[in-house]
């Protein structure tokens, strides 16, 4: 979650994605989000 995170904080990397389609940089924070919500060892997942 921590790299879906710096993707949107930096303004190259979110350029970049949302190049590629409008909404994907935050649809990956909002996807990475939800998975480490439900994943069974979501305390874990943020490394």
Known sequence: MAQA????SVEFHR???EGQQTGLAYYLL????AYAATAPDANDSDQ
Do not use: D, G, K, P
């Open 5 to 8: 995170r710096f993707f949107l």
């Open 15 to 17: 350029t970049m994605l």
């Open 30 to 33: 909002a996807a990475a989000e």
